[in-house]
């Protein structure tokens, strides 16, 4: 499977003849190398995400939506219970996992009352590690990541992970760099047209996940 993104910039590429290279790294090293202008496009963000960094970019129309959850485990021997976990509470001391870099604005009152205590890691992969090694209590990813993981690589082990009701819900954009403005008008053009044809959300059924399109 070549990736989400991948796919949708292949399908960009045909419709404006651009051609696309891959850097493929943390959201840390990701926004190191769109600062140093090293890095044209950041796929799959929202505005408010990037809006404190040096270089906040240019935004495309919205192609996607992007749904933020929770994700803890079950208790031994509950694994095949239907649970859920409740949305955010503020009594209770948790170790977090979230991914560095990534901003969590809706979250942040948790973090400076002290509430929760952030545990990084560098990816999603990562941060799923930490929670099935149990070195975190919850971790806080989007849903679509999750989704997929299971899908593809812990099917087996579906039940025994505990979602949360969605935290958040945002459209998702590709960043550009300003020194690749002129690029915008004719990817908005590729991308409604993605959009009308049904392409983007036949890319995301293809790896098993329905994220509902802007």
């Known amino acids: 499977l070549l990736g989400i993104y991948k796919e949708i910039f292949i399908e960009i590429s045909k419709m404006t003849s651009d051609t696309f290279e891959f850097d493929y790294g943390s959201a840390a090293h990701c926004i190191k190398q769109f600062n140093e202008g090293k890095l044209d496009i950041e796929p799959g963000i929202n505005p408010v995400w990037r809006h404190a960094e040096k270089v906040s ?62 545990v990084f890691a560098d990816n999603e992969l990562a941060l799923i590690a930490l929670l099935k090694q149990k070195k975190v209590d919850q971790i806080v990813i989007q849903s679509l990541v999750m989704d ?30 300003p020194d690749k403005a002129s690029a915008i008008p004719r990817f908005n053009e590729a991308i409604k047209k993605l959009l009308d044809s049904g392409a983007i959300k036949k890319i995301y059924n293809h790896y098993g996940l329905d994220e509902a399109a802007p």
Request: net charge positive.
């Open 57 to 118: 970019g240019l935004y495309s129309i919205p192609f996607a939506k992007a749904t933020t959850v929770l994700v803890g485990l079950k208790p031994s021997g509950e694994k095949n219970k239907q649970q859920k976990i409740a949305t955010p509470k503020k009594e209770k001391k948790l170790k977090i996992g979230l991914v560095r870099g990534y901003p969590y604005p809706s979250l942040s009152t948790y973090f400076s009352e002290g509430a929760w205590i952030p």
């Open 148 to 177: 997929f993981f299971i899908h593809s690589t812990d099917k087996k082990s579906a039940d025994r992970y505990l979602i949360s009701k969605p935290i958040e819900t945002q459209d998702i954009m590709l960043r550009v760099h």
